[in-house]
């Protein structure tokens, strides 16, 4: 399921409808879309249904200032032609239902029930404006053709994503790098986004904190208020000195949004929140900060009463599953018994590279964005880029590439979902990988490993890096050099498959 804004010009009655109590990227969201439309010379509407009417601040002065027209409605006069939602789902609980003949959604959400055809649900990005945001670029829009329209957009990420410290796809890195957003604006709704009732509320959420001296982790529930507050308690909590990782969240009527932070480094907040929400949402973010949402009707599904004791419990039992669960293990400090492994080599596999210097000029600096993080390369004529089995990149020297791979000439397919990049840092010139991509075979054979397949969580730190551990998940595989094996490391289930086999 899919879908292009293009999509939506052959309609000429549309309604656009975001989520009840609208937040910014819901507005944002609407708006853009709107934007889009009157841009193509097609009428269209962008309201919202529910009992109440934006009173937010922050939000009344975006939409004055920004010229976001929106309509707080309980009906439509007529049943439009198409109606697009966007930052929710048709059908949720957070949505009033609407009649149309046709339906199309745009969200960053977990999928939570049929979708229709025209739709486009992408529950690894920070905001749906993100994904509007993409869907322009790749209509060849500059969102920076309108200031108000990049202000919008920011402004709707910044706000989902606790201020950015939640944002783990590089599309939302996107977004936050390129929009030329004003700052008068941001500075303004910033400092207008607490209203008195809701630092209230943070204060009365602080008075019934509960910890776990087990685990050394903390819990608190505040009242439903605006997701920024709870990052606002979360920050203050973890300051507290008898527990190193926390977890602060609100029961709201369509879902629980959570808070996470975590100061301790056998313990990432990103991945913690992703544990808690699994199945249910989505969460992530960094090592320190983090944030999710599970949604009332999954959470229903998995058996769970949506009432306060029942889901108090359930988040307690997840966080404590979430310690008992997991082993750590220091590369070095231990001697992996490999008579319970098995042995393996690599396969023949396709890969992609480029030759650096085909895509800039020698000695210029690149920075490369990927699904995996950002990384910065010097371009030389011996430098070559590597996309691996999953879509990730890393440079290597030709002299080890030409060990590792042998050149061929089928064609490229790129295996992964966002298309790599790099940004010339001398031209400011920002160019796509994938068409100067060719492919290569990795040899068979080379150095050996150990390796065995988890059947429980486990946290590697390795030998390169004793500060951030990398996580094993069920059917995952533990391997060591079978040269080494004190060298341990996890390798992802899905490219051990492609690339080992039994020697
Ligand atoms: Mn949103």
């Not at 879908?3 to 937040?23: E, G, M, R």
């Amino acid at each position: 399921m899919s879908l292009a804004l293009s999509d939506f010009t052959k309609y000429s009655d549309i309604v656009i409808q975001c989520h009840d109590n609208p937040d910014a990227d819901a507005l944002a969201s609407g708006f853009a879309v709107k934007w889009y439309l009157d841009k193509k010379g097609i009428k269209s509407k962008f309201v919202y249904g529910g009992k109440n009417k934006v009173h937010k601040s922050n939000l009344l002065l975006m939409i004055e200032r920004l010229g976001i027209e929106t309509e707080h409605v309980q009906a439509l006069d007529n049943k439009p032609e198409l109606l697009i939602v966007v930052d929710c789902q048709y059908g949720q609980s957070n949505v009033t239902r609407f009649d149309a003949k046709e339906i199309a959604i745009i969200d960053h959400h977990q999928v939570s029930g049929e979708l229709p055809a025209m739709s486009d649900v992408r529950s690894s990005y920070g905001s749906c404006s993100t994904v509007i945001y993409d869907l322009m670029t790749k209509e060849n829009i500059d969102i920076n053709e309108d200031q108000n329209l990049a202000t919008a957009l920011y402004y709707g990420l910044m706000t989902d994503t606790n201020g950015f410290s939640e944002i783990y796809h590089p599309c939302d890195k996107d977004l936050r790098d390129f929009a030329k957003y004003s700052v008068t604006e941001i500075t303004l709704y910033k400092n207008t986004n607490l209203s008195q009732d809701e630092l209230k509320i943070a204060g009365d959420a602080l008075k019934g904190a509960s910890y776990n001296t087990d685990y050394s982790y903390g819990l608190i529930e505040a009242e439903p208020c605006d997701p920024n507050i709870l990052g606002i308690i979360s920050d203050m909590f973890l300051e507290v000195d008898s527990i190193t990782t926390c977890l602060v969240y609100s029961i709201l009527s369509y879902g629980i949004k959570i808070s996470v932070r975590s100061c301790v480094k056998e313990a990432k907040a990103s991945e913690l929140a992703s544990f808690i929400t699994e199945g249910l949402g989505g969460g992530g973010g960094h090592l320190v900060k983090a944030g999710g949402f599970m949604q009332k009707e999954l959470i229903e599904a998995h058996g769970i009463g949506y009432n306060r004791a029942e889901l108090n419990a359930f988040i307690d039992g997840r966080m404590k599953e979430y310690f008992a669960t997991s082993e750590i293990m220091h590369a070095g400090e231990r001697e992996e018994d490999v008579s319970q492994m098995t042995h393996y080599v690599k396969k023949e596999f396709m890969v992609g590279y480029i030759k650096a210097s085909d895509i800039a000029e020698l000695g210029h600096k690149v920075f490369i964005r990927t699904l995996e993080g950002d990384l910065d390369i010097i371009i030389e004529d011996d430098v070559y880029i590597v996309i691996y089995v999953a879509g990730e990149i890393y440079p290597i020297k030709q002299k080890k590439f030409e060990a590792t791979y042998s050149v061929s000439d089928a064609p490229y397919v790129f295996p992964g979902e966002y298309a790599p990049y790099i940004i010339d840092n001398v031209s400011g010139k920002r160019i796509e990988l994938l068409p100067f991509a060719k492919s290569a075979v990795a040899k068979k054979g080379g150095t050996g490993i150990y390796a065995r397949k988890l059947d429980h969580r486990v946290k590697v730190f390795t030998a390169w890096d004793p500060e951030k551990y990398y996580l094993g998940k069920v059917g995952d595989y533990l391997s060591v050099r079978d040269d080494d094996t004190t060298d341990i490391y996890i390798i992802n289930g899905n490219i051990f498959n492609k690339t080992y086999e039994e020697a």
